[in-house]
């Protein structure tokens, strides 16, 4: 199984930092976001506005002015109201669901998470943040909002999504609450296909070939022609020929096998991540042209089938290669 890689919201937090908060609090789905678990501080704007609050506050008592010192007051009481808000828009708030859904190998990961409102107060401006771009959402009162971000592309096999953080700057943008979580959950990424693919193998397997050998003139009715000499008496139409005054004979269309028989041991490919590249070329070659598809997997077998689910568990074989 690979090995999930750190989001980059992590990078440069110090170990110790990292510790502390495994100790401190549970990150894993589901949650539901408490005080223990919500952390807070003032955004750039709030440090530039407490300094100057600062400054204004020396400035008023040295001078006396009480105009100046009842607008500090002011400011700060907003402040401090809004970092309570900022706490509030946070807290109660239900985490569950984390999942993804399968893509290829080189491409983003879209990742979902199920956020639940149990109050009745909408719950504005809050962001998920990962190695992505942030999802920014709303959830409203009593209510369930389903939030997609882009992780990073990844290799083929199975990996978690790392730690990632939920956050909201609400009401006023001066301060920032913030928690993380960390998903355990996995999610399948599948191979990256090969970008020039041979053909697409039309011999099958022994079972295969007696079975279109089987066939031996098909069973698709094509078209009239004129009797010949030598052509049995079983296909003459009857009624066909005394209509046109003239002995004619029913010709069958072979039918052709659309079934695909595919062997990652005879794909050609220097290594196997080529053969395996090539191999889900040629599945997804075979989806596209609506045939069915056997895979050869050493002793593994899967299929024949076309259905969506024989894709997927196709597909996740070669991915735990």
């Given at each position: ?26 990150l894993d789905l ?93 719950r504005d401006g ?103 000499e030598g052509d ?90």
């Amino acid at each position: 199984m690979a090995t999930a890689t750190g989001s980059p919201v992590e990078t440069g937090r110090p170990k110790l930092l990292d510790r502390w908060l495994k100790r401190r609090t549970r990150l894993d789905l589901p949650l539901t976001l408490a005080y223990r678990r919500i952390f807070i501080l003032p955004t750039r704007f709030g440090w530039m506005l407490g300094l100057l609050m600062g400054a204004m506050l020396i400035g008023s008592l040295n001078f006396n002015n009480n105009l100046g010192l009842l607008t500090t007051f002011i400011v700060a009481a907003t402040a401090i109201n809004s970092m309570l808000l900022a706490f509030r828009n946070l807290n109660g708030l239900h985490l569950r669901h984390g999942a993804a859904r399968p893509v290829h190998a080189g491409k983003p990961v879209p990742w979902r998470l199920t956020a639940v409102n149990h109050c009745e107060r909408n719950r504005d401006g809050l962001r998920l943040k990962g190695p992505g771009p942030d999802a920014v959402f709303n959830v409203p009162a009593r209510g369930v909002r389903e939030v997609t971000i882009e992780l990073d592309a990844r290799g083929r096999g199975w990996h978690r999504p790392g730690r990632l953080r939920i956050e909201t700057t609400q009401p006023l943008g001066l301060f920032r609450a913030w928690s993380w979580i960390e998903p355990t959950t996995p999610f399948l990424v599948w191979p990256q296909p090969a970008e020039h693919a041979p053909p697409l193998p039309e011999g099958g397997d022994a079972q295969s070939v007696q079975r279109r050998q089987a066939r031996e003139e098909g069973e698709d009715f094509h078209s009239l022609r004129r009797w010949r000499e030598g052509d049995p008496l079983h296909r003459i139409a009857w009624k066909a020929s005394q209509r046109h005054q003239t002995l004619l004979s029913r010709q069958f269309r072979r039918e052709q096998s659309r079934e695909v028989f595919l062997s990652l041991e005879r794909a050609p490919g220097r290594d196997l991540e080529e053969r395996i590249r090539i191999v889900t070329a040629w599945i997804l070659r075979a989806e596209a042209e609506n045939r069915s598809w056997t895979l050869e997997l050493g002793e593994e077998r899967f299929g024949p089938d076309r259905s969506e689910s024989h894709k997927h568990a196709c597909m996740r074989a070669l991915a735990e290669l």
